[in-house]
C-alpha cells in the first residue's frame, strides 16, 4: 500500500477541518469541524501503523483513545452549546466572545451604580 494516498486524504480532512473551524460560526459546525481534524490525525495513525508494520500496533491503540476523547470532547462541547444557547439564545460564535450577561460594562471604582429599586419606590411615594 502506498502511503500517499492516506496521507493525501488525511491532509484535505485536515484543511477542511481547519476551514470550519476558522470561517463558521454556528458552534455546532465548529465542533464538527474538529471532528473531522480528529479523523484525520486517526486516518494518519492508522495508515502509518500499517506501513511501518508495527507488532504493537500502537498507531491502532492511539486511535482508539482518539475517538474516545473525540466522544467525550462531542458529549461535554454539545452539553455546553446547549446550556449558552439557552441562557443567550444563540450559538453564533462572534456574539459569545463576551462573558458578562448583557451589554453594560462592568462596574469599577468611581463608577456610578443605578439606584436600589425600593429607595426609587420610596421617593415616588413621599
Same mark, same amino acid.
Request: hydrophobic letters at 50%; a negative charge.
Given at each position: ?31 464538527m ?18 506501513? *511501518? @508494520? %508495527? &507488532? ?11 475517538? $474516545?476523547? =473525540?466522544a ?17 439564545g ?5 456574539? *459569545? @466572545? %463576551? &462573558? ?11 463608577? $456610578?451604580? =443605578? ?12
Open positions: 500500500m502506498h502511503l500517499a494516498y492516506p496521507a493525501v486524504l488525511a491532509a484535505l480532512l485536515f484543511c477542511t477541518g481547519l476551514y470550519g473551524v476558522l470561517a463558521r460560526r454556528n458552534a455546532i459546525l465548529v465542533l469541524s474538529v471532528e473531522l481534524m480528529l479523523n484525520a490525525v486517526n486516518l494518519n495513525l492508522v495508515a502509518f501503523d500499517v506501513w *511501518l @508494520r %508495527d &507488532t504493537l500496533h500502537a498507531g491502532q491503540a492511539l486511535t482508539l483513545f482518539t475517538i $474516545a476523547i =473525540a467525550a470532547e462531542i458529549g461535554i462541547g454539545l452539553a455546553i452549546v446547549l446550556m449558552v444557547y439557552r441562557n443567550r444563540t450559538s453564533d460564535v462572534d456574539r *459569545l @466572545r %463576551d &462573558t458578562v450577561e448583557g451589554n453594560e460594562p462592568p462596574a469599577g471604582p468611581g463608577t $456610578a451604580t =443605578a439606584p436600589d429599586q425600593s429607595s426609587v419606590r420610596s421617593e415616588v411615594t413621599a
